[in-house]
C-alpha cells in the first residue's frame, strides 16, 4: 500500500458523544461530511483553541448544552488510498437527564435526537457515519485511550485498526 511521506497532517477536527443512561445523543447532518448520517456533535478546532476548548464550544454552538468537563477518549486519523488525509480527537460526556434537552430538534447543522445506544453500534447500521461502530464500543466500554486508524480506499473503508495510546 502506497504510505504517506513526511509530516502527519495536523488534527483539525474534534468529536464528542453525550450519553444519558442507555441512550447517546446523535446529530443528523445536514450538510458534508456525513450530510444524512448520524454522527456525534463537533466540528473544527479554531485558531488559538485547545481541542478540548473546541469541543466545548462546539457541543454549545450545536446543542446548547454547556458541559462541564470531556474525557479524552484519544485519536481517529483517516487515510484515503494509503494517503494520510486527517484526523479528530474523541471525547465523551455523561448527563444525568436527557430532559436537559428535548429532542428531535431541529438546530442549524441537522436534527439532534437521543437515541439508543444499541441502535448506533449496529454495525450494519446504514444511517450512522460508517466508522462510528468501529470505535465507538471503545469509547464508551474501555477506560482506556486509543488511536484509530480507518483506511478508505475508492470511499468505502478497507481497514480499522486500533492501537492503545501511551
Ligand atoms: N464519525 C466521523 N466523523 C468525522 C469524520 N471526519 C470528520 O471530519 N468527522 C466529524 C468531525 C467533525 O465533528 C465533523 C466535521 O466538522 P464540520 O466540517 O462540520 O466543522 P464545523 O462545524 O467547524 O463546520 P464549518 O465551520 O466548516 O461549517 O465531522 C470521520 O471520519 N468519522
Known amino acids: 500500500m502506497m504510505q504517506s511521506q513526511g509530516k502527519k497532517p495536523k488534527i ?6 453525550i ?8 446529530l443528523n447532518r445536514q450538510y458534508p461530511p456525513w450530510m444524512g448520517k448520524w454522527n456525534g456533535l463537533g466540528g473544527k478546532i479554531e485558531h488559538g483553541e485547545t481541542p478540548q476548548k473546541g469541543i466545548i464550544r462546539e457541543v454549545c454552538e450545536e446543542s446548547g448544552i454547556l458541559l462541564p468537563s470531556v474525557t479524552d477518549k484519544g485519536i481517529v486519523r483517516w487515510t ?8 479528530m480527537y474523541l471525547y465523551l460526556a455523561i448527563m444525568p437527564n436527557n430532559q436537559q434537552l428535548k429532542t428531535p430538534q431541529k438546530v442549524a447543522e441537522g436534527v439532534l435526537d437521543w437515541k439508543w445506544i444499541s441502535w448506533v453500534l449496529h454495525q450494519e447500521n446504514q ?6 461502530p468501529f ?5 464508551l466500554y474501555d ?3 486509543y488511536e484509530h486508524f480507518c483506511s478508505y480506499e475508492n470511499g468505502t473503508i478497507a481497514n480499522f485498526r486500533s492501537k492503545l495510546m501511551r
Open 12 to 17: 483539525l477536527f474534534t468529536l464528542c458523544f
Open 19 to 26: 450519553t444519558c443512561n442507555e441512550s447517546i445523543l446523535m
Open 80 to 87: 484515503d488510498n494509503g494517503v494520510e488525509t486527517g484526523g
Open 127 to 132: 444511517g450512522i457515519a460508517d466508522n462510528v
Open 135 to 139: 470505535f465507538l464500543p471503545k469509547m
Open 143 to 145: 477506560s482506556r485511550r
